[in-house]
């Protein structure tokens, strides 16, 4: 039987009380502040249910084997638990107590004159703090922006490209800005279109070219490590970005700067999350076999160790390739590499571009894998699960869930099902121009096809002709 809600709201209240769990807020603590709470008869299972953190997540924060360090956990420990405002002042937040995932963009940015808002502050205070941000207030924030430069990728690939190779003026403050931008422009990917976030990138990537341009590099100076590291990890998200508006070319371009900027940063990571956004390239025409290379390189570039995250992701998506392979036994091979990671990782305070693999990101891979593996029964739970929990502002990683949730309902024939979710996940690819994945939603066309005759299935076919040629005439 579950405890009644003001026994538990006791108990809170006798934590929160001691002077030791005071003492692990002001050290921001989180494996003390879990320990104590524990001790006090909240359990693990209730600290996850009311903070949205996953159970094994406080675990490991417990045991020692993950440190938080980002805002945004202390800001769903303190939000999900209702903490009171000395505490939350503890923790460096503000006394405010307002949910977390309702604070507003422009309460992120408080004390800013109005007229300089623009993404790129906006990327920097979320890399900053990790404040969770709006959808409604970006697109706001997006239009008051206004057209802003113009696009100009190649001439900031050459000079990047260029810039690798020496080193400038640069010093803590500007560095430290410029590292903020970089992980923030990895919160707000999910939640602005892909035109924007590649605008925004290139302008970023000017200004870090600028910076690492002067002198030949020297394997001794932190500063540029850090903002050759910098310049990487935005590479990446340009790539992905590009690939996403469906310029392959410059999407490689950028992967393969990011791979430079890996390997004088001694970064192997970057290396193999650049292999991994690129296997989705063939992956998208079919070419399974040629993304399975780039992710078994991209497996010899990581480490378990250094972010668990990271190999959680590319194992899933080696599985993933092995799985469309028909190479059964090596999917699960990787799954169970997958499982293992994940299971010991925190996305959240891993690399930027793993803040994205939570729960359900994860196991959208694992119907995806089941799938093709033939265990349809797993892959139908599994995908259910999902669309039952799924909230309707996760962005192109809805699109990527609801396409998989759709491909289980029609191996199971339940197609009207599979119709209408595939026709929600449509509006998402046009909202977020996501054209990664319309290649996936494609393929779901053609396998309700020969089922045109039902209302459901018709609208969605319909619906994927219009898509596909908004996007066949968009300028890109």
């Known amino acids: ?67 938080a360090q980002f805002t945004t956990t202390f800001e769903k420990l303190a939000d999900g638990l209702d903490m009171p405002p000395r505490l939350r002042q503890a923790l460096g937040l503000t006394a405010d107590v307002t949910p977390a995932g309702s604070r507003s963009a422009a309460g992120a940015l408080a ?42 990728q190649s001439g900031v690939l050459e000079r990047l490209a260029a810039a690798l190779t020496r080193a400038g003026t640069r010093n803590e403050a500007v560095i430290q800005e410029l590292e ?19 605008k925004l990138l290139t302008l970023h990537l000017r200004e870090v070219s600028t910076l690492l341009s002067g002198r030949a590099s020297d394997p001794h100076d932190e500063l540029r490590r850090r903002l050759v590291v910098a310049a990487g990890e935005s590479s990446l998200l340009a790539g992905w970005s590009a690939s996403a508006l469906g310029d392959s070319a410059s999407a490689r371009s950028f992967y393969g700067t990011a791979i430079k900027a890996a390997g004088e940063a001694r970064d192997p990571a970057i290396t193999a999350c650049a292999l991994t956004y690129r296997s989705y390239i063939p992956s998208a025409k079919g070419a399974n076999g040629r993304a399975r290379v780039f992710l078994t390189e991209a497996l010899e570039n990581v480490s378990d160790q250094t972010s668990p995250a990271t190999t959680a992701w590319v194992a899933a998506r080696h599985a993933e390739e092995s799985a469309l392979l028909g190479d059964k036994a090596e999917a699960l091979k990787s799954w169970r590499r997958a499982e293992e990671a994940f299971s010991i990782a925190d996305p959240d305070e891993d690399r930027p571009w793993t803040w994205f693999l939570n729960r359900d990101r994860f196991d959208t891979f694992r119907v995806a894998i089941c799938l093709k593996a033939g265990k349809f029964d797993e892959a139908q739970q599994v995908a259910a699960d999902l669309l039952a929990r799924l909230s309707p502002a996760e962005g192109k990683r809805a699109a990527v869930i609801r396409e998989s949730i759709a491909g289980a309902h029609l191996a199971r024939g339940s197609v009207t099902e599979a119709a209408q979710v595939a026709q929600s996940g449509l509006a998402i690819v ?27 299935v018709r609208a969605y076919l319909e619906d994927f002709a219009i898509t596909k040629r908004q996007f066949a005439q968009s300028p890109r």
């Open 1 to 67: 039987m579950a405890e009644p809600e003001h026994v538990l709201r006791e108990k809170l209240a006798a934590v929160f009380a001691r002077p030791d769990f005071c003492d692990a807020c002001l050290r921001r603590d989180a494996g003390a502040m879990i320990t104590i709470l524990t001790a006090g008869g909240v359990t693990q299972g209730q600290i996850a249910a009311r903070t949205g953190l996953a159970q094994s997540t406080l675990s490991n924060y417990r045991r020692g084997v993950n440190t």
């Open 111 to 152: 004390g800013l004159p109005a007229d300089t808002f623009d993404l790129q502050l906006l990327a920097e205070a979320a890399g900053r703090n990790g404040t969770a941000v709006r959808r409604r207030d970006l697109l706001a924030l997006a239009a008051q922006l206004g057209a802003g430069a113009a696009l100009d």
């Open 180 to 198: 903020a931008r970089s992980a923030g422009f990895h919160l707000l990917e999910d939640l602005i279109p892909a035109q924007g976030v590649l």
């Open 430 to 456: 046009r909202e977020t121009e996501f054209t990664t994945w319309l290649p996936k939603y494609e393929d779901l066309a053609r396998g309700l096809v020969r089922l045109q005759r039902q209302p459901q």
